[in-house]
């Protein structure tokens, strides 16, 4: 006999335990829990977006789509350790943009100041930080979707810059 089936149904009810079958279920079950909690841990300010984030995007991560925080954070943690693993100085600044040329789109902008000698190597920056936020956007995508368009939604509304120090 199973623990779940030593409890009485009226305490699982309470504990808010269910009655797993077979593994389907309960893989079906982990997969919701965790939906769960990657939903509420989206709604967090992390610490890199307390450090790089102005208070306009702190307060668009909060109120905003859910997606946006968590894909937020990934792109900071992920563009820090690839500048310091490239060179040790530089800036990062986040902050909401709006786009002359669209007047409803307002964006947030990570803006990435470092060290470099010319044109193209602030272009190569550039590239390699726009394929790693490109690349998790599109892990989200696989791992999430159900929520697509959200994420979708979100990608859109991240921009990068990458001006000299």
């Known amino acids: 006999m199973s623990k779940l089936e030593s409890i009485p149904k009226e305490l699982r009810t309470i504990w808010g335990v269910p009655r797993i079958a077979n593994a389907k279920e309960f893989q079906e079950f982990w997969n919701i829990q965790r939906y769960l909690m990657r939903l509420n841990a989206r709604r967090i300010l992390t610490p890199e977006i307390q450090k790089y984030c102005d208070k306009d995007v702190k307060k668009k991560v909060l109120e905003d789509n859910e997606y946006l925080g968590i894909i937020l954070h990934t792109s900071l943690k992920t563009i820090v350790s690839y500048l310091h693993n490239r060179d040790k100085r530089f800036r990062i600044c986040v902050y909401l943009s709006k786009d002359p040329y669209l007047p409803n789109w307002e964006g947030i902008t990570i803006l990435v100041n470092v060290v470099y000698r010319n044109f193209r190597e602030r272009m190569r920056i550039w590239r390699e930080i726009e394929d790693k936020i490109t690349k998790i956007i599109n892990n989200f995508k696989k791992s999430e979707p159900r929520d697509f368009e959200k994420i979708s ?11 000299k120090f």
């Open 153 to 163: 939604e979100a990608n859109e509304t991240i921009a990068t810059t990458v001006e």
